[in-house]
């Protein structure tokens, strides 16, 4: 998926670095992944045979996670049913495609409607029974990574473009998602800040907001399809209500206090935080709040910059591993 920080690229590194200071060989680590997002690191660390908590605020990204770090692989026999549906005008239909009259181009009207019939019937299997929980969240996953190929889009929700182009009048189509039968893990749907205070293990993995970007709102259709709940919505985006699903890391008045109340409660043996250079908070003060609580670190590595803003000329940023040893 196209997604504001991902880290794939980043995945040698984050695993050098757990290896460096948690010792990762020939051990199973507790692994957690507080920011989720599209599950990339826990379910890269899962694959390592570790067992992962992932959490996300964000309810498409729980879905996403429930599927990659709780699920086994299982046979997804209903593909083929769901991409054979017969379109329906629904929510998505009627708020975000053209041919409604709604203004708003974010999908073509076939995929639109395509979509609200696939995440109807995910729905109607479920209650009556004939799909289990781990294929709901399967099916669900695999609608999200689907419709998220062909939103006609730049990479984010909070605008469309005017003509569809190529990838979005391509046929929304469901695939094979996928998963693992290395140990199941958990998945959380709740704000970091409140989790962290129930769980514990060896390997806290931070990748919070790094700037204002706001994800709830950047995302907020991936968010109404995976809840399918009819929201009110508001201006020329379709925007659902976002403020309760805000994150104070993407805040420069709060950013700093809140990270710092997650690394005093956080009962973690070594506590990695992804951030860049371009972030909120500065180099200077994530160390001044890391050595309160023991040993501070600091891995660089240069990486392609996401660029959302054209007009923006870097080309590359800095991303920083900073790793702090928990005083025991």
Do not use: W
Not at 3 to 27: C, H, M, P, Q, W
Not at 55 to 75: C, F, G, R
Not at 130 to 154: M, R
Not at 291 to 296: C, E, F, P
Request: charged share 25%; hydrophobic share 35%.
């Amino acid at each position: 998926m196209n997604y504001i920080g991902s880290k794939v690229s980043l995945l040698d590194f984050i695993d050098s670095v757990v290896d460096e200071f948690a010792d990762s060989y020939n051990r199973r680590l507790i692994v957690c992944d507080a920011f989720a997002g599209t599950g990339t690191v826990g379910f890269f660390f899962r694959q390592q045979g570790h067992k992962v908590i992932a959490n996300d605020i964000q309810y498409y990204s729980y879905i996403i996670n429930k599927n990659l770090i709780e699920n086994p692989v299982q046979s997804l026999d209903k593909l083929d049913y769901l991409n054979n549906l017969e379109p329906v005008e629904g929510f998505i239909y009627q708020n975000y495609c053209a041919g409604s009259g709604s203004g708003r181009v974010y999908f073509s009207d076939e995929n639109g409607k395509r979509c609200d019939a696939i995440r109807q019937e995910i729905e109607r299997l479920k209650v009556n029974g004939e799909i289990s929980q781990n294929e709901y969240f399967a099916y669900l996953a695999a609608l999200i990574e689907a419709i998220d190929k062909v939103a006609n889009t730049t990479a984010i929700y909070g605008s469309f473009l005017k003509k569809l182009k190529r990838a979005a009048q391509r046929p929304l189509k469901l695939k094979q998602i996928r998963t693992s039968n290395e140990i199941a893990g958990e998945v959380y749907n709740s704000d970091s800040n409140r989790l962290i205070n129930s769980i514990s293990g060896d390997v806290l993995y931070l990748d919070p907001p790094y700037n204002l970007r706001q994800y709830s709102s950047n995302y907020h259709i991936l968010e109404t399809i995976a809840r399918y709940d009819n929201p009110k919505i508001r201006g020329k985006t379709g925007l659902r209500e976002t403020v309760s699903q805000n994150s104070k890391y993407a805040s420069s008045r709060t950013v700093t206090a809140e990270f710092e109340d997650l690394i005093k409660n956080a009962k973690f043996n070594v506590i990695i935080l992804s951030y860049n250079n371009e972030g909120l908070m500065s180099e200077r003060e994530i160390r001044e709040i890391m050595s309160k609580y023991g040993t501070y670190y600091l891995r660089v590595r240069e990486r392609p910059r996401f660029r959302a803003d054209r007009a923006h000329k870097a080309t590359v940023t800095n991303e920083h591993l900073h790793v702090l040893v928990k005083h025991r």
